[in-house]
């Protein structure tokens, strides 16, 4: 019973590998130290519940979920952030107070945006950040999904 547990806790584990065999090594002991106390493996995987169970109540210690997360939320503000520069751009105030308006025919004035770079690769780069930024929470929350 306790292999077949460390068993599945290991294939459940979602670390690298060092920290997993420290995880099972720890686990291990748990059994023996258990053991040496008059418990039975039986009351141990009751005790520590299923390997799900066991797995979910590591996750929140785990350094790897951490730097996801942490990936995750940093990319999505700097997503945001980039997604604001287009409008700030807009609200600029670009135009010269000379500027010819309302002209009944075609004039060749051409008015130059101050930024060496135009809204619409702005736009395409905030685009893709906030679409890695969703991606990586869909990850995680897929992979959360999957671990209940």
Known sequence: ???????????????????????LRDLSEAFASAAEHGESEEQVVRR????QDFVDSLAPFSPSTRKRLAAAFGVTLVAAVTALIPWLVSR??????????????ATSIQLESAL????????????????AGAALLAVKLWRMKGRS
Do not use: C, H, W
């Open 1 to 23: 019973m306790k292999e077949q547990y460390l068993a599945e806790v290991a294939k459940r584990l979602n670390v690298p590998r060092s920290k997993r065999k420290e995880i």
């Open 48 to 51: 520590l519940g299923t390997p």
């Open 92 to 105: 600029m105030d670009t135009v010269p107070k000379n500027a010819i308006g309302q002209a009944d025919a």
């Open 116 to 131: 060496p770079i135009d809204a619409p690769t702005l736009f395409l780069i905030a685009s893709l950040l906030l679409f």
